[in-house]
């Protein structure tokens, strides 16, 4: 199993990221997909999720409204679609699936 996450970087607060997984090595359609994030000093949290269909998604409550999660079992690739981006959004988010995980990418926002 690889998970291999893309699209972190610097952004200022109101802005826009979307982060992508491209994952292989399992049968990724009927994959229950989620993405976690840990900011420094703090746990880390599981922030959205989406079902092998794609038709039920989760969040948590502080990104609810802001961020989309979705997947294209065609690339076997899910995303993460983040907008007005907050300070508090900074953190390393990680692409997840049972046990495996990604290597993470850094998301910060900042001025």
């Known amino acids: 199993v690889q998970l291999v996450e893309s699209g972190g970087g610097l952004v200022q607060p109101g802005g826009s990221l979307r982060l992508s997984c491209a994952a292989s090595g399992f049968t990724f359609s009927s994959a229950i997909m989620t993405w976690y994030r840990q900011a420094p000093g703090k746990e880390r949290e599981l922030v959205a999720l989406?079902?092998?269909?794609?038709?039920?998604?989760n969040y948590v409550d502080s990104v609810k409204g802001r961020f989309t999660i979705s997947r294209n079992n065609a690339k076997n690739t899910v995303y993460l679609q983040m907008n007005s981006l907050k300070p508090d959004d900074t953190a390393v988010y990680y692409c997840?699936?049972?046990?495996?995980w990604g290597q993470g990418t850094q998301v910060t926002v900042s001025s």
């Open positions: 989406i079902t092998g269909a794609g038709g039920t998604t």
């Open positions: 997840n699936f049972g046990i495996y």
